[in-house]
């Protein structure tokens, strides 16, 4: 990202000098589908970043420009839209309606974005945009929040206005992720522990380029089946309030009670949680080969379990298993489509991502993107 530029573009846009703010996106490397159900999860935020350049404005508007979107946005702050727009500035609408409804000060203001998330690609391009958003409309007020209650209201943002029902890891992650580390979260308490990644060890990102829509696809039926099964456990055991309180003999002994569809779906979530408390362990001692069966054990259940893989994420981590310095891969993000996350020896990182495509390629007809990053610091503002 070319920062002098970015700057010199906001001030022709604006004939302003812009403040900036930057949250990254994530992968993570297990823990799927457990954080609207209280449970762990493993995110690490990458270098891929959005930015929002932001001044205010003397009346009461917000007027919203972005490098990847031609058209433009305009609203008035005393006129605000009630629901999304299905447009891309839903994401900062959704922010400025939560900061506004939360009783901060919402000032009128110009806006530039840059994105260099690939969107709808599971290493949530949305997130990012929503946090630093949030760092930018609140700067104009002069509000410091806390980063977690920042996460907290993106997220808010997100259910309510954008109308995706995610969960709380994304925006956790883009907010207070730490270079070279993972993130154990318990997305229930939201205490966490940053786990050192290995230093030989890069992550290598496929996208198969099938995209997703959350608010769209099947991951607010997911987020469905899982309160169904919620119901069903708590009338038997009433200090049940999420599936993180499901035991492997709680599911066993109820086995038969449940659909079948209900029964996959809880199984998923009740052993991938034990799995991203194993996995942070495995990853801290250096155990490379446990980590490694653990990510292929949770694809499987993401694919047989859970239903959330797809033909191509199937396709792109068989590809990985045997190329030199994999050390363990997966889906990662809400799937449908979007990205496998590998772990890779970094001296072996570049040759994997040119072997991987050329396979996929070769599977698939598709040419995918493949880059090779490494964990990264959360969101701030940049000079
Ligand atoms: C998306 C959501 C997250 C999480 C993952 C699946 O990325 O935004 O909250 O639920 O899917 O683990």
Redesign the pocket.
Known sequence: MNLSEFTHQFTELFSSHPRIFRAPGRV?LI??????NDGF?LPAAIAFSTYVAITPRPDRKLVIHSNEFREHFEFDLENFPARRMGAWCDYVLGVADVVGRQGFTLRGANILIHGEVPIGS?L?S??AIEVAAALALLSLSATELPLPEIAQLC?RA?NTFVG?Q??????FVACLGKSAHAMLLDCRSLEFKLTPIPPHLSFVVCNTMVKHD?AASG?NVR?CESEEAVRFFSKHYPDVRALRDVSPEMLARHAKELTPTIFKRSTHVVQENLRTVEAARSLANNDLSRMKSLMHESHESLRDLYE?SCRELDIMVDCAQDLPGFCGGRMT???FGGCTINLVRTENAAEFASQIAERFRRATGIAPSVYVCSAEDGAREVF
């Not at 823990?31 to 609207?36: K, L, N, S």
Request: hydrophobic share 25%.
């Open positions: 993570n823990g799927e589908h457990t954080d609207y999860v599971g949530s949305s997130a997220r997100e995706a995610v969960g709380i890891m994304d925006q959350h991951y987020r959330v993000g809400g799937g």
